[in-house]
Nanobody, 117 residues
Framework: QVQLVESGGGLVQPGGSLRLSCAASGIMFSLYFMGWYRQAPGKQRELVAS???????NYADSVKGRFTLSRDNAKNTVYLQMNSLKPEDTAVYYCNAKRVDLRVNYWGLGTQVTVSS
């Protein structure tokens, strides 16, 4: 019933930009903290950016100043604008929906982002 579908990934040159989208169904955004994680080959999945309480946001140090998290509640969609991309940003990016009070966590299937010249 719960579905998170990512889109917008692809191949981009260093310094380029991409915007990822996550369309959610089966949940209410008002009850969940939405965010993005990524996983590179041979590495653990890590937090990229997330909403916390209200409209407050949290970013990984490695992406601060380059990535911007946003959402459209009417469309049940969360976005990740990625600018000044670097090769180390290459990873599969996953959308996440978390409801802390019920300790539930939902994940999308991921979208590949490759930064290479």
């Amino acid at each position: 019933q719960v579905q998170l579908v990512e889109s917008g990934g692809g191949l981009v040159q260093p310094g380029g930009s991409l915007r990822l989208s996550c369309a959610a169904s089966g949940i209410m955004f008002s009850l969940y903290f939405m965010g993005w994680y990524r996983q590179a080959p041979g590495k653990q999945r890590e937090l990229v950016a997330s909403f916390t309480s209200g409209e407050s946001t949290n970013y990984a140090d490695s992406v601060k100043g380059r990535f911007t998290l946003s959402r459209d509640n009417a469309k049940n969609t969360v976005y990740l604008q990625m600018n000044s991309l670097k090769p180390e940003d290459t990873a599969v990016y996953y959308c996440n929906a978390k409801r802390v009070d019920l300790r539930v966590n939902y994940w999308g299937l991921g979208t590949q982002v490759t930064v290479s010249s």
